[in-house]
């Protein structure tokens, strides 16, 4: 017999006939054909907006409207921010750290220091945020990023005795681990800031400065731990490792403070944060507001103590540090401001160039449509 097929239906060829038998006594072939389901024959419902006049020039005036005084909001409020800057790079020969610049040496037992003065033409209100910054360093360097041992870091003490092979050429020096490990970590900043007020009669008046809180909550407390069960004696626990080749102490002895000592050390932990782009800053130390009658620092001379521990002549770069006030929009930052104003204000233009180019030609097609 001949084998016949005939499809149903819902698409379905079924097969008969001594074909049929032949395979197992019938059965039915499936098709390819998807289910007539919406999903699977894209008839779900889409939503197509028709751009007319009506629905694209309110969007430009409404746009433009609201970006136009929100830039000059934020720009207003980045001016009134205070900001200070002080180079001590000692490139220059007149810079008062020309000679710790040229005669560095990381051999020398005595560190150089010297004088740096300045003066504040206003008072700074509020509490003031000390900065350093570099430039011409680039932290954002692939090889750079990598070296370091995030495991050591949080505390594990076998990445302390064993660290990450990502460190090297700094995980390991005269046969000891280096704690902590990594190209970060080896140069980190280190020179010593100390910032004195002269007041008219000459005296000179150190302003106290607050070297804790500088760091992100979440890498004090969770991303940097020390190893070893909470207060034990840190010498004690990094017995058998070594400082970093350019460091000039052992991590164990980074501050006084047992809450700021070693790995969690918040000049460290800030240091450890990289920075986007090869001119940066990174917060140093704050200065407290301890009277709302006189300015956290009065209008007068200054003087910038310098402990010049951080070479900068092999990269061409150049120190500073940075004395600023803060707003509820965070530091001074003129871009956010004027990139609102930019943005509102070519949508504006655009609106009224549409706008007059609707009300030109606009009636003129749609007379044209009415005669066909």
Same mark, same amino acid.
């Given at each position: 017999m001949m084998a016949s097929s005939y499809k149903d239906e819902d698409g379905h060829i079924t097969v008969s006939g001594s074909g049929a038998a032949a395979g197992g006594g019938g059965g039915s072939l499936r098709s390819k054909k998807p289910e007539n389901t919406a999903f699977k024959q894209q008839r779900l419902p889409a939503w197509q907006p028709i751009l007319t006049a009506g629905t694209v020039l309110p969007a430009f005036?409404?746009?433009?409207?609201?970006?136009?005084?929100?830039?000059?909001?934020?720009?207003?409020?980045?001016?009134?921010?205070?900001?200070?800057?002080?180079?001590?790079?000692?490139?220059?020969?007149?810079?008062?750290?020309?000679?710790?610049?040229?005669?560095?040496?990381?051999?020398?037992?005595?560190?150089?220091?010297?004088?740096?003065?300045?003066?504040?033409?206003?008072?700074?209100?509020?509490?003031?945020?000390?900065?350093?910054?570099?430039?011409?360093?680039?932290?954002?360097?692939?090889?750079?990023?990598?070296?370091?041992?995030?495991?050591?870091?949080n505390g594990n003490e076998e990445s302390l005795r064993k660290p990450s092979k990502e460190c090297e050429p700094y995980a390991k020096h005269n046969n000891k681990p280096i704690a902590p490990c990594g190209a970060i970590a080896n140069s980190m900043f280190n020179d010593s800031l100390e910032l004195i007020y002269i007041d008219p009669n000459g005296t000179k008046v150190q302003i106290p400065l607050t070297a804790t809180g500088i760091?992100?909550?979440?890498?004090?407390?969770?991303?940097?731990?020390?190893?070893?069960?909470? %207060?034990?004696?840190?010498?004690?626990? +990094?017995?058998?490792t070594t400082r970093?080749? %350019?460091?000039?102490?052992?991590?164990?002895?980074?501050?006084?403070?047992?809450?700021n000592n070693g790995f969690i050390n918040e000049d460290f932990i800030v240091w450890m944060?990289?920075? *986007?782009?090869?001119? +940066?800053?990174?917060?140093?130390?704050?200065?407290?507001?301890?009277?709302?009658?006189?300015?956290?620092?009065?209008?007068?001379?200054?003087?910038?103590?310098?402990?010049?521990?951080?070479?900068?002549?092999?990269?061409?770069?150049?120190?500073?540090?940075?004395?600023?006030?803060?707003?509820?929009?965070?530091?001074? %930052?003129?871009?956010?401001?004027? *990139?609102?104003?930019?943005?509102?204000?070519?949508?504006f233009l655009l609106g009224v160039l549409l706008l007059i180019i609707h009300h030109k030609y606009g009636n003129r097609n749609n007379a044209a449509e009415i005669s066909h």
């Open positions: 005036f409404i746009i433009g409207l609201m970006f136009i005084p929100i830039g000059i909001g934020l720009y207003v409020t980045s001016n009134n921010i205070k900001e200070f800057e002080v180079d001590y790079t000692g490139v220059e020969m007149s810079s008062p750290c020309f000679t710790c610049s040229q005669n560095f040496s990381w051999n020398s037992t005595k560190p150089c220091t010297c004088s740096v003065p300045f003066h504040l033409d206003q008072p700074y209100e509020s509490n003031v945020f000390m900065y350093y910054g570099l430039s011409n360093f680039y932290q954002n360097h692939r090889r750079y990023v990598k070296s370091r041992d995030d495991s050591q870091l760091a992100w909550w979440t890498d004090k407390h969770v991303k940097f731990r020390n190893p070893g069960a909470e %207060n034990t004696n840190l010498t004690v626990v +990094f017995q058998g970093p080749v %350019n460091w000039r102490r052992p991590v164990f002895q980074l501050d006084s403070d047992p809450d944060r990289t920075a *986007a782009l090869p001119t +940066f800053r990174k917060l140093y130390r704050i200065i407290q507001r301890r009277s709302n009658v006189h300015p956290t620092l009065p209008r007068g001379n200054y003087s910038l103590e310098v402990v010049y521990n951080y070479p900068v002549r092999s990269f061409e770069g150049r120190k500073r540090m940075i004395l600023s006030t803060i707003s509820w929009m965070g530091g001074k %930052n003129p871009f956010l401001g004027i *990139a609102y104003v930019s943005v509102g204000s070519v949508c």
